[in-house]
């Protein structure tokens, strides 16, 4: 009998689809990343970060939609003012956020993330490196942020250079 996805691994095959479909770059940040790369913590949520280029908000929303995800709010405003699209996933009730990237550190981020297995797809994920700036940058006063950079740090994932 073949092995079943975790949840969080049918979320982001789920993405991935999505992405797919209309041509877009993706890759996963946050706390799910922290875990591939040695943090050992519960979380209930899955953070991307999708750069859409010349695609818009509503092509990325119908091709979630395609995937089964839907909407967790009802005001468009909310996107325009964060950059976040919060959605579920149906299936798996994961919720997820969206991030819409832009040009700049994002776009520096999706260059140096690498594909790795998740559930036996091949997903992008930020590098270690670039984890560890991403929760060091949110200027959060979060015990949960700090933990993850130390366990990154003591898994021997991210190779820090910090003499250039």
């Not at 280029?53 to 709010?73: C, H, K, M, N, P």
């Not at 798996?92 to 260059?111: A, C, I, K």
């Not at 140096?112 to 949110?138: F, N, Q, Y």
């Amino acid at each position: 009998m073949p092995r079943k996805r975790s949840p969080v691994a049918d979320v982001l095959v789920a993405l991935d689809l999505s992405c797919a479909a209309i041509g877009v770059s993706w890759y996963l940040f946050g706390a799910q990343a922290a875990l591939l790369y040695g943090s050992a913590r519960l979380t209930a949520d899955v953070d991307v970060t999708v750069l859409l280029g010349d695609v818009s908000t509503e092509a990325l929303v119908a091709a979630l939609a395609g995937e089964g995800f839907e909407l967790r709010i009802s005001d468009p405003a909310f996107v325009a003012a964060t950059r976040v699209i919060p959605v579920v996933h149906r299936a798996t009730g994961f919720p997820t956020d969206v991030v819409l990237g832009g040009p700049g550190l994002e776009e520096l981020f999706l260059s140096r993330a690498s594909r790795r297995s998740v559930g036996g797809t091949r997903i992008p994920v930020v590098s270690a490196e670039d984890l560890i700036v991403m929760k060091i940058l949110a200027g959060r006063d979060k015990d949960k942020d700090k933990e993850d950079v130390r366990a990154v740090v003591r898994a021997g994932q991210a190779t820090l250079k910090l003499d250039e």
